[in-house]
């Protein structure tokens, strides 16, 4: 069965610094892999996603991931935080092939930048 | 551009009370469309997913019902709530060719007391 694992709940940084959110997941092919964000009281949404090609994919806000096949990975980096970038970020897979987007979600990582 | 509007934004309901939260997608024609939970504090879980109107699929049972009575419309509902409903409900869209990538509404908040 495939699972989603975000190994830190919580992870604070200051304003300005890099930031780099894990990701590992478990399937026994290539899924469709995504970053959401959700802000407090609000919905999620998509940061980026990836399928195939460059491993490297940019996404909003100046947000990257980058897949790792051998380690099983999608990481979610920025290079320069703000203190609006402190949410939760959840990590999803999905093995869509059929009718249902069915999205297996990470427990989420809550992001804290201190000013 | 499409858009999703969920309603209502937060309820209030007494346990053994009826419930019914609604989902509407505008600037999409015949998209799939789904319904997730997520427990406070917790991860989201899918409930329900529609392909087409009037069909819906159940993922996990959890005591509700889901209805897609109009192309652009998913309703969730349950005639007696239960304190365990209590959490974030979330109707989501995606296209229905190549339609991996979800798009999330804003949400239902719903306290069961």
């Known amino acids: 069965a495939q699972s989603v694992t975000q190994p830190d709940a919580r992870v604070t940084v200051s304003e300005g610094a890099s930031l780099q959110l894990r990701c590992k997941y478990s399937?026994?092919?290539?899924?469709?892999l995504f970053w959401y964000v959700q802000y407090p009281r609000q919905g999620l949404q998509l940061l980026l996603k990836?399928?195939?090609?460059?491993?490297v994919v940019q996404g909003v806000n100046s947000f990257e991931a980058e897949f790792s096949k051998s380690n099983s990975s999608f990481h979610l980096q920025k290079a320069s935080v703000h203190w609006s970038d402190s949410a939760v970020y959840f990590c999803?897979?999905?093995?869509?092939?059929?009718?249902?987007?069915?999205?297996?979600f990470g427990k989420g990582t809550k992001l804290s930048v201190k000013s | 551009a499409q858009t999703i509007h969920q309603w209502p934004v937060a309820e209030i309901k007494a346990v053994g009370s009826p419930l019914s939260l609604g989902c509407t997608i505008k600037?999409?024609?015949?998209?799939?469309l789904y319904w997730y939970w997520q427990a406070t504090g917790g991860t989201l879980q899918q409930l329900f997913y529609?392909?087409?109107?009037?069909?819906v699929e159940s993922v996990v049972q959890l005591n509700l019902s889901a209805s897609r009575p109009k192309d652009d419309q998913f309703i969730l509902s349950t005639e007696k709530l239960l304190l365990s409903h209590s959490g974030f409900y979330l109707c989501?869209?995606?296209?229905?060719?190549?339609?991996?990538?979800?798009?999330f509404g804003e949400g239902s908040r719903l306290i069961v007391v």
């Open positions: 989501a869209w995606s296209p229905q060719v190549s339609g991996n990538t979800l798009y």
């Open positions: 399937y026994s092919a290539t899924p469709y």
């Open positions: 990836y399928y195939s090609g460059d491993p």
């Open positions: 999803a897979l999905s093995m869509y092939g059929g009718s249902n987007a069915k999205l297996t």
């Open positions: 600037g999409k024609s015949s998209p799939n």
């Open positions: 529609s392909i087409t109107v009037g069909q």
